[in-house]
């Protein structure tokens, strides 16, 4: 299967490369749905949302103002991401706690002091002392070169091991789901927004939490990536 992605990104980058416009307008999307994706920790309604007319200075009176908030800092978290893609970056502790320093607003903004339980996933995060070394961890695993070229795989780890290692006291969610769509990216594939109901996404990332229902995260992730690749070629090339 990853041979799909490989032709796909082959393709994308052709058509880059012919209008150089495209990726701009691409990025815009993409913007678009990783703050999606990111919500959905957020709220139950977050893919009805209309977040392309909010960007672009549109009001929703039923959207709570703390949400107006986190789009307006996640804008501020995906220049940060695009610069670092840019100069080649991969994912490391200090672009999370930097990204976190945005969120929460707070410039010195770092792991969690406390012990907590994060009742969304029913899950009892490692101890606070912990969260260093384990991140560490699982950064060196995905990046290792015995770690196979599974990109989808090493993308769902890495949401699922920063939520079961939940290193900030806030925004640890949404900051899984973010830090997945910039390891698809500098994989030269497309972030994704994660179409799926709250309650059942929850439900899911529990189970895998556990042990259980890791194939079935595992098919919905590729199935999302592989489409999001389609559509977007689709698009380009009508465009062109």
């Given at each position: 299967?990853?041979?799909?992605?490989?032709?796909?990104?082959?393709?994308?980058?052709?058509l880059?490369?012919?209008?150089?416009?495209?990726?701009?307008?691409?990025?815009?999307?993409?913007?678009?749905?990783?703050?999606?994706?990111?919500?959905?920790?957020?709220?139950?309604?977050?893919?009805?949302?209309?977040?392309?007319?909010?960007?672009?200075?549109?009001l929703?009176?039923?959207?709570?103002?703390?949400?107006?908030?986190?789009?307006?800092?996640?804008?501020?978290?995906?220049?940060?991401?695009?610069?670092?893609?840019?100069?080649?970056n991969?994912?490391?502790?200090?672009?999370?706690?930097?990204?976190?320093?945005?969120?929460?607003?707070?410039?010195?903004?770092?792991?969690?002091?406390?012990?907590?339980?994060?009742y969304?996933?029913?899950?009892?995060p490692?101890?606070?002392?912990?969260?260093?070394?384990?991140?560490t961890?699982?950064?060196?695993?995905?990046?290792?070169?015995?770690?196979?070229?599974?990109?989808?795989?090493?993308?769902?780890?890495i949401?699922?091991?920063?939520?079961?290692?939940?290193?900030?006291?806030?925004?640890?969610?949404?900051?899984?789901?973010?830090?997945?769509?910039?390891?698809?990216?500098?994989?030269?594939?497309?972030?994704?927004?994660?179409?799926?109901?709250r309650?059942?996404?929850?439900?899911l990332?529990?189970?895998?939490?556990?042990?259980?229902?890791?194939?079935?995260?595992?098919?919905?992730?590729?199935?999302?990536?592989?489409?999001?690749?389609?559509?977007?070629?689709?698009?380009?090339?009508?465009?062109?």
């Open positions: 299967m990853q041979s799909e992605f490989v032709i796909m990104k082959h393709q994308l980058a052709d880059f490369k012919e209008n150089r416009d495209l990726r701009k307008a691409v990025r815009e999307v993409n913007k678009v749905d990783m703050i999606r994706g990111s919500m959905i920790i957020r709220n139950t309604r977050h893919d009805i949302i209309a977040i392309d007319r909010i960007l672009e200075g549109e929703q009176k039923d959207i709570p103002i703390g949400d107006y908030v986190f789009i307006q800092n996640f804008c501020s978290v995906l220049e940060m991401a695009y610069s670092n893609l840019e100069m080649g991969s994912l490391d502790k200090n672009l999370l706690v930097r990204a976190y320093r945005i969120l929460a607003e707070d410039p010195n903004g770092s792991f969690r002091k406390s012990n907590p339980v994060v969304a996933f029913n899950h009892v490692p101890h606070r002392t912990d969260i260093d070394g384990l991140l961890d699982v950064l060196r695993r995905v990046y290792s070169s015995e770690a196979g070229n599974n990109v989808v795989m090493k993308a769902m780890y949401h699922n091991k920063i939520i079961d290692i939940y290193p900030f006291d806030d925004f640890s969610g949404e900051l899984a789901v973010f830090a997945m769509n910039y390891y698809l990216m500098g994989e030269d594939l497309m972030p994704v927004s994660l179409p799926i109901e309650q059942e996404y929850l439900d990332v529990a189970a895998c939490l556990k042990g259980s229902r890791q194939d079935e995260f595992y098919e919905f992730l590729y199935k999302t990536i592989s489409d999001k690749m389609q559509r977007t070629i689709t698009a380009c090339s009508e465009v062109i």
